[in-house]
């Protein structure tokens, strides 16, 4: 799989086929569904509103078609999206979902 480039913490993205902005809150989550591990590149927050309730939406890099906004980025981050893609790279069989699921 090829390495991704993840986007820092603090982006503002638009998803293909959105119209709501979304915050960038985190980066590489395992999430349950349906009794399920599945990974996500990212989670976040409707912008400019936030966190509302306790609902993350939930996305991968590929779905991304609009950065409005990038986030901080040092050699901190890089470290992060190392390790990130180092998981990804150990676990070769790691589930991801696409928009439509």
Do not use: C, W
């Not at 980066?27 to 590149?41: A, P």
């Not at 676990?91 to 979902?97: E, M, T, V």
């Amino acid at each position: 799989m090829e390495k991704i480039n993840y986007y820092p913490l603090g982006s503002v993205v638009l998803l293909d086929g959105g119209i709501q902005k979304l915050l960038i809150t985190s980066r590489g989550l395992i999430v349950n569904k349906d009794d399920e591990e599945v990974f996500y590149d990212y989670a976040g927050v409707p912008y400019p509103e936030g966190l509302v309730s306790d609902t993350l939406v939930y996305f991968n890099h590929d779905g991304v078609v609009k950065v409005v906004f990038e986030g901080y980025h040092d050699e901190d981050d890089e470290i992060v999206v190392n390790n990130i893609n180092r998981y990804i790279e150990l676990h070769p069989d790691i589930r991801r979902l696409s928009l439509s699921e």
